[in-house]
């Protein structure tokens, strides 16, 4: 099956500091991808939708300058913290489309859990 | 605009027993409907989808979910619970058009008691 990674699994860092994440669909070609973020106990809230070689598209709430996202090809996306500080902290999960699979398969990373201290 | 609510954050079920977890839902179009299991510090696995046509969804692990338009709801049950069970489960509803975006319950924490 269409398998999807992100690297780090696990990051800490320091407040002010610029943290990147990976979200690569390895086996398939993935036009649009999804970036979440999920507190403790909480449900997974979507941050961005990320399309390849364009702009990603942020939900309301969302600070662009602070979640960078970057889709540079069909198979990587990247999510860069900006100057993080500890209410940043949190579990972050990507999902890519597989598009030749048709429009409703959505597969999900194993998500990146990220402490700012 | 979609959304979806799930009855009980938390649910406890006997070693065995039948699990139903709830899932309503709503969608200004018909919707695609899924159910997700997700255990600690890791992400979601799809347990099963509805798309269109039969309104059982048979999934992994032994689930399955009944779309029912006329309740908008998307129930996922299990006739007979595992210790392996115990995990959280979500259940998301995705436009059908567009970058079909997922919107997901708050999540439904199922214990399986010994």
């Known amino acids: 099956g269409a398998v999807v990674s992100q690297h780090p699994s696990w990051v800490i860092c320091k407040s002010g500091t610029s943290v990147k994440i990976e979200c690569r669909s390895l086996d398939f070609q993935a036009t649009t991808m999804f970036w979440y973020r999920q507190f403790p106990k909480q449900s997974l809230m979507l941050m961005a939708t990320?399309?390849?070689?364009?702009?990603?598209?942020?939900e309301q709430g969302v600070e662009k300058d602070k979640f960078l996202i970057n889709h540079a090809s069909l198979t990587l996306s990247t999510l860069t913290v900006t100057s993080a500080h500890p209410e940043d902290s949190s579990f972050y999960i990507c999902?890519?489309?597989?598009?030749?699979?048709?429009?409703?398969?959505?597969?999900f990373g194993p998500g990146t859990r990220l402490t700012v201290t | 605009a979609q959304s979806v609510t799930q009855l009980g954050s938390h649910v406890s079920v006997s070693e065995g027993a039948l699990v139903l977890l709830r899932c309503n839902y709503s969608s200004s179009v018909p919707p695609y409907l899924f159910w997700y299991v997700q255990y600690p510090n890791q992400g979601l696995q799809l347990l099963l989808k509805y798309t269109t046509g039969a309104t059982l969804v048979k999934g992994i692990n032994g689930f399955e979910a009944e779309f029912k338009k006329s309740e908008t709801s998307f129930h996922l049950t299990k006739p007979s619970a595992h210790m392996s069970d115990a995990a959280e489960y979500f259940c998301?509803?995705?436009?059908?058009?567009?970058?079909?975006?997922?919107?997901f319950g708050i999540g439904t924490k199922l214990q399986v008691i010994p």
């Open positions: 998301a509803v995705s436009e059908t058009g567009g970058y079909q975006k997922v919107t």
């Open positions: 999902s890519a489309r597989d598009t030749s699979a048709g429009y409703h398969e959505q597969y």
């Open positions: 990320s399309n390849e070689g364009s702009k990603a598209t942020y």
